[in-house]
Every structure is written in structure tokens, then in C-alpha cells.
């Protein structure tokens, strides 16, 4: 059986809603969760963000991990200034995952927003997502368009909500599987409180794909939510971000999404319908998606970069997905390899092909902005 699903069969179960409901006169309630680790320059716009959040209910909690910086200091001011801010000072640097566990266990509002301090919610973010979780119960977590930024925070625009897209949570694992890669920057999801403690702690042993873990746990035990439209929030990227640092790296990358996947079908995701299916589809995925890695390092002239080689890349396709020799991938990459490192990358038909490739790359942001989808 071909193990990826293609086309409109693969997302004929996603309902998208065009008439939104109206809000109830009863606000919910979240609770938004700030790991913090010498971040004390970002934390009183981050903490703003959520506390000017309109149509709900906001408690913010601040995990100070034992910071160097003037964390405390800025904390201390934050507290004094909104009784509706709490925080935890660690006496000891215990890491950034076992600081969002500290802090989810704190949480006691229906829902919660696991929010990084160098990252920000949009203007009435939370009222968008809570509606729709309001008005779907069955809906365990709710995510919407990111705005990646460096430099200063982009100006706040006030838009409304499109139309929801509601995935039965088999559905959106499957697109996952299929993808072998994550849609989510994390800042802009909603989640339900109760379903996240049937999960139990955010799993220390991924530092890497923690959240990816956590998608696909949480959709295997109910719908997912998407709201269409405005952004929902801004996801910052500078030097200093664990995604630029200890996180870098695209050989990294790819064993962190194989962990990731592999954690949660032997959790909640391993129950599904055609579990085995899906085990097949995100090893096939991640294998093409190394090839073509390994692919565009010739079409730079890079095959050494970023501290893996591209034999190791490749070594890693063959691992997850043995018959990775019969991928049209692995024929590009052979085709490439004759032709050599130093002319790959001015040779006709392999501009041809990262033309082609950069094109995709395009309309797949596109449509990721537009639908969450890849």
C-alpha cells in the first residue's frame, strides 16, 4: 500500500466555518505560562501582550530559572504593578523544560498558553482561540498564523477572524505524518488544561521537539482547532533563541522529529486507526526530506555545514527508511555526487531543479500562512 496519502482524499475530513458563533457573556479564563531564562530585557512586553488581552479572563505565571540577568528585578516590578502576574524563582538553573512543567502545574483556568518571555500574543488572540474552543468542546488545542520577526515588534493590527478549521485529531496526525514536520511556532496555541494533564509533564528527554511531541499526543486524543486569518503571534528570532543555539543544526533537526514521532506513537498516537500506516509515512518523509537536504547542500557548493556532514544526512535517510535507494530523491542525489560538489551548483538542470524547489518552498509559506497546512 503507498504509505502517503495525496490530495483532497487526505484532508476530506476538515470542516472549515465560516459563521462564527457568538461569544458568550461569560469570559473564560487563561492562564499563560512564562518560562524565563536571563530574558529580563523582553519579559515587560511579553507580559504586556497577554495582559492587555480583551474578552477573557488573563493570569500570567513567570518561571524565573535561577537567571544572572535582571529577571528578578523586572519581575518584582511586574507583580507589584498587576496582582494578576505570579511568579517562581528556582534557587537552582533546572532547564527550560522542567521550568514549563513547574509552571503548568500551577495552572488552574480552563485553559493555557505556553508562552516563551522573547515571544508575544497579538491583540485579542485569546478571545479568537477561546471562542473557538468554546464552541467545540470535542477541540483539545487551538493554533493560528505566527508572525516570525527580528529587530523591533512588528505593529499590532486589530483583524478578525476569517473562518476555523477544525481537523478530527487522526486527521491532522495523518497530514503530519505525511509532512514529517511540524506547523507550529508554539506561542500562538491555545490548549485546553484538562487534556494537557491527561498527557502528564512535558517530556524532558526532547528538548528539542517537546512541543511537536505534544501536538501529536494531544490531536490523538481530540480535534484540532485553527484559527483563519489575523496573526495570533509573534514568534521572535535572534541570535541568542534555543533555536539558534543549542537546538541548531538540521541533522539535529531530523533526529529530533524522529524522536518526536516515535514517543508519541508509542504514547496516545499509537492507538489510532492504521497506526502502522502512519509509522511508515513519517519515516518515509523524514527519509525524502534528508535527501533533499542533502540534495540542496550540493546545489550550494556545502556539503559540510552546520557541524554534520552530508554523509551523515544521508546515513540517517538509509537508517529510517532502508529502502531510501528507490526514493527519486536518492536518484538527484547520486546524479549530483557524479557531478561533483564544486559544479553541481552551476550545472543547468540542478539550478533548474533549486529554482524549481525555492518556487515550492513559496507556495508552501503561502499556504501555511493561509491554512496551517504545508
Not at 468542546?137 to 529587530?151: D, E, I, K, L, M
Not at 531530523?254 to 489510532?272: V, Y
Request: positive net charge; proline residues 5%.
Amino acid at each position: 500500500m503507498e504509505p502517503r496519502l495525496r490530495g483532497r482524499a487526505a484532508s476530506a475530513a476538515k470542516q472549515t466555518i465560516r459563521r462564527l458563533p457568538a461569544t458568550g457573556p461569560v469570559k473564560p479564563c487563561v492562564t499563560v505560562v512564562v518560562p524565563a531564562y536571563n530574558y529580563g530585557r523582553f519579559l515587560p512586553e511579553c507580559a504586556s501582550s497577554a495582559l492587555t488581552q480583551e474578552g477573557v479572563e488573563v493570569r500570567v505565571i513567570i518561571v524565573d530559572d535561577c537567571s544572572t540577568d535582571d529577571t528578578a528585578l523586572v519581575t518584582a516590578e511586574l507583580t507589584a504593578l498587576d496582582s494578576r502576574v505570579s511568579v517562581i524563582r528556582h534557587d537552582q538553573n533546572r532547564g527550560h523544560i522542567p521550568s514549563v512543567n513547574d509552571g503548568l502545574e500551577r495552572v488552574e483556568t480552563e485553559y493555557l498558553v505556553k508562552l516563551d518571555a522573547d515571544d508575544l500574543l497579538a491583540p485579542g488572540s485569546l478571545a479568537r482561540s477561546t471562542a473557538l474552543l468554546e464552541a467545540h468542546p470535542n477541540v483539545g488545542f487551538v493554533y493560528g498564523r505566527p508572525a516570525h520577526f527580528s529587530g523591533a515588534v512588528p505593529k499590532a493590527r486589530r483583524a478578525r477572524t476569517r473562518s476555523w478549521s477544525i481537523w478530527p485529531g487522526r486527521e491532522w496526525v495523518a497530514a503530519r505524518c505525511r509532512q514529517g514536520d511540524n506547523v507550529i511556532s508554539q506561542p500562538e496555541v491555545v490548549m485546553r488544561t484538562d487534556r494537557l494533564r491527561r498527557l502528564g509533564s512535558v517530556c524532558a528527554e526532547l528538548p528539542h521537539t517537546s512541543d511537536l511531541h505534544q501536538w501529536l499526543r494531544l490531536a490523538s486524543i481530540g480535534d484540532v482547532g485553527r484559527i483563519n486569518g489575523p496573526v495570533q503571534a509573534y514568534y521572535r528570532v535572534h541570535d541568542q533563541s534555543m533555536q539558534r543555539t543549542v537546538h541548531s543544526g538540521e541533522l539535529l533537526r531530523f533526529r529530533g522529529r524522529r524522536a518526536a514521532f516515535e514517543a508519541a506513537f508509542e504514547a496516545e498516537a499509537g492507538a489510532l486507526e492504521g497506526a502502522e500506516e502512519l509509522r511508515e509515512m513519517f519515516k518515509r518523509s523524514l527519509a525524502e526530506g534528508a535527501l533533499e537536504c542533502a540534495c540542496h547542500r550540493y546545489d550550494r557548493g556545502r556539503t559540510e555545514a552546520g557541524g554534520n556532514s552530508t554523509d551523515e544526512i544521508v546515513a540517517f535517510a538509509l537508517d529510517i527508511w532502508p529502502a531510501a535507494r528507490r526514493l527519486p530523491d536518492w536518484r538527484a542525489l547520486e546524479d549530483r555526487r557524479a557531478v561533483g560538489v564544486e559544479r553541481a551548483p552551476r550545472h543547468p538542470r540542478f539550478v533548474a531543479d533549486a529554482l524549481g524547489r525555492r518556487a515550492l518552498m513559496e507556495m508552501r509559506r503561502w499556504r501555511w500562512r493561509q491554512t496551517g497546512e504545508l
